[in-house]
């Protein structure tokens, strides 16, 4: 005998069906956060475990591998480079200077950054614990455990919860508000820690120093001045800052501080960058106005799942302009999907897995979201 229970999940939603002995049998329906191995279409548990097993063979990447340290000399603040900012071919020793859109191949620099290591522990701990979820079976658990103890509790090796260096500029600046961009892929942890959360290899007493993290990060995004300044941005920087504030919020408990943010979207968020006819100007303005665009609406649909959650409706909230989050969607929809070309075509090519896959979640989640609309 079967029974079939939905697991609610920030960016993840999934459906498990148990055994009568309680352990997980199949996992299915998807994520909107899409990776090589998988797509909304064939996560199933014989992918996912694959996907875990060849997670158990990686080693642990760690802040301090790294060679060089940040400004500080402790390895454990995590630094990354500004990706749009390059070498100055007439000032080859002076600062570096902004090309939009084309990232420097130097943020890849493991010896000196840190973002390739924050988004290999991110893949590691995802794989692992949807094979756990898949599976039941232990091993995947532990191996993931070992990792979040390393990123989230061992205070030898563990981050520091703060992005004062990320998105630094040689020769302009140590870190700017934009780094904390880099940690979106933390909301993808955050599903994870929900996954593991039954596991036995990851106790109870270790969760919640994992959660006191979380709740440091979040004091600091909203106390700090580069915090500040992030929340201030107006394109998709702010409303990224607002999603990972609010799922952090609500995932250590502070539900009260992520209603607020979530709250305030329509107006602080939406009605100032959703125009009436659903376009993104801020985005649309950008040298990847496609790619933009899409990301911008997956932190938008990253709130709106969070907010389902605590009983806020951002789905079909409009602004005064008529605007909404469903016709933000149907705006760009024919454009991502070959339809319609753009006048002003990116500078490199987009990719619409992710965004299809935020869609798809919405819809599952939220029936009523852009009806009759079938993705490719």
């Known amino acids: 005998m079967k029974t079939e229970k939905w697991i609610g999940i920030i960016g993840l939603s999934v459906l498990v069906s148990f055994s009568a002995a309680g352990s997980p049998a199949v996992f299915a329906k998807g994520a909107w956060i899409d990776t090589a191995e998988y797509t909304a279409e064939s996560e199933d548990s014989d992918a996912l475990v694959r996907g875990a097993e060849k997670a158990m063979a990686k080693p642990i990447p760690k802040l301090t591998d790294k060679t060089q340290a940040a400004p500080t000399g402790d390895k454990r603040d995590y630094i990354s480079l500004a ?29 000196r950054y840190d973002a390739p290591r924050l988004q290999q522990m991110t893949k590691l701990v995802r794989s692992l614990a949807r094979g756990y979820a898949a599976s039941g079976d232990e091993r995947y658990a532990k191996r993931a455990a070992e990792i979040l103890r390393v990123w989230f509790v ?12 990320a998105q630094t500029i040689p020769g302009r600046e140590k870190g700017n508000h934009n780094g904390i961009i880099d940690t979106v892929s933390l909301i993808d942890v955050v599903d994870s820690l929900y996954l593991l959360e039954p596991s036995a290899s990851f106790p109870e007493e270790e969760q919640k120093v994992v959660k006191a993290w979380f709740s440091d990060y979040v004091d600091w995004l909203t106390k700090s001045e580069l915090g500040r300044q992030e929340a201030a941005a107006k394109n998709n920087h702010g409303v990224w800052y607002d999603a990972q504030t609010a799922v952090y919020a609500h995932y250590v408990g502070r539900d009260d501080l992520a209603r607020q943010i979530i709250a305030a979207v329509p107006e602080k968020r939406m009605e100032p960058q959703i125009a009436a006819d659903g376009s993104l100007p801020l985005e649309l303005a950008r040298t990847r106005p496609m790619n933009y665009s899409m990301y911008v609406l997956r932190a938008y649909l990253t709130l709106a799942r969070v907010g389902d959650e605590l009983g806020l409706n951002l789905y079909d909230a409009q602004t005064k302009n008529g605007a909404s989050l469903a016709k933000a969607c149907e705006y760009i929809l024919p454009y991502v999907s070959g339809e319609k070309t753009y006048e002003k075509p990116d500078i490199t090519p987009f990719h619409v897995k992710q965004f299809f896959a935020a869609i798809r979640l919405a819809q599952q989640t939220h029936p009523g979201f852009l009806p009759g609309i079938t993705l490719p």
């Open 83 to 111: 990706i749009y900012w390059w070498p100055d071919p007439d000032n080859p020793d002076g600062p570096y200077v902004r090309h939009d859109g084309k990232i420097n191949p130097e943020k890849s620099d493991a010896s």
């Open 154 to 165: 061992d205070p030898a090796t563990r981050m520091n919860p703060n992005l004062r260096y």
